[in-house]
Nanobody, 118 residues
């Protein structure tokens, strides 16, 4: 069974930093597009950042210059370095693995809470 396990969430003050990690198992990690999404109650889940197998990255406008996504294929892991955090970054953050092949399967982690508050 495919598993995506997130860690690194927590409570941080505005302006602070957190680093999220996601460890994947039972997938050919290097071929997947790995992404981080977030969701707050009452709103749709939204893309934060994603990284392709070749290392190309994409970011939502609201995190550009503050967040950095990276991956380590040798560890089947993807990371999200979050700096200059704002209260509006408070959300549950989800790791996603997207198989880019036709009819490829999409997997989600269980989510990790990030709270930015003084």
């Amino acid at each position: 069974q495919v598993q995506l396990v997130e860690s690194g969430g927590g409570l941080v003050q505005p302006g602070g930093s957190l680093r999220l990690s996601c460890a994947a198992s039972r997938i050919v990690f290097s071929m997947y597009v790995m992404g981080w999404y977030r969701q707050v109650p009452g709103k749709q889940r939204e893309l934060v950042a994603r990284i392709f197998s070749g290392g190309l990255t994409q970011y939502a406008d609201f995190v550009k210059g503050r967040f950095t996504i990276s991956r380590d294929n040798s560890k089947n892991s993807v990371y999200l370095q979050m700096d200059s955090l704002k209260p509006e970054d408070t959300a549950v953050y989800y790791c996603n693995a997207d198989d880019p092949r036709p009819r490829g399967v999409n997997y989600w982690g269980q989510g990790t809470q990030v709270t930015v508050s003084s």
